[in-house]
């Protein structure tokens, strides 16, 4: 693996403190949106094998009357740990740092099934990928942003889709996706 130092060499408009808060928000977003019933509002961030994984295991759970809930959650840091370039994608390695209380509950009652209803603290191993030979954006200041099917006006940062298609909408604001999260 090699430093990230060595990634910014490669991208010279890879910022790696804002790379570290937005990987923080978009895990944050992750867990909460998963307990809220929305993951969908996550397929934009993550791989298509990653997000048909965790809506497959979704499904399977809400079909046996089961959620996984995430509460509390604060994220106490992000360790960028290092990068890989392989045909056709490049990868980042981070670590990051999380206190939560995670259960399985009833879908209707939300009484607890399983897990701890104290906190727990964790190590996730998060890997992201892009295509390689991409760079980071380099944002200017606010812009308006269009569903490039439609045309009409949306807001990324409160749904994925368009609320007049109804198509997903990826943002070059942040190009990488989440490929695994796994306690580590």
């Keep these: 693996m090699n430093s990230i130092k060595e990634f910014s060499k490669l991208d010279k ?3 790696a403190a804002k790379f570290s808060s937005k990987l923080s928000n978009i895990y944050r977003r992750f867990k909460t949106t998963a307990s809220d019933g929305k993951f969908e509002e996550m397929e934009p961030y993550l791989t298509p094998e990653l997000y048909q994984k965790i809506s497959s295991e979704t499904a399977v759970r ?20 290092g990068f890989e370039t392989e045909v056709g994608f490049d990868r980042i390695f981070a670590d990051v740092r999380v206190r939560a209380v995670e259960y399985v509950a009833d879908i209707k009652t939300r009484k607890r099934l399983s897990g701890s209803a104290e906190e727990q603290f964790m190590t996730v191993r998060v890997v992201l990928r892009r295509e390689s030979g991409r760079v980071s954006p380099q944002l200017t200041g606010i812009s308006a942003q269009n569903c490039p099917y439609c045309g009409a006006p949306v807001n990324i940062n409160k749904s994925s889709k368009c609320d007049y298609c109804g198509r997903v909408l990826n943002t070059d604001s942040f190009d990488w996706l989440i490929e695994s999260a796994e306690i580590h």
């Design 62 to 81: 809400a079909k046996s009357g089961k959620v996984l809930y995430t509460e509390r959650i604060t994220i106490l840091g992000t360790e960028l740990l």
């Design 13 to 15: 408009a890879f910022d």
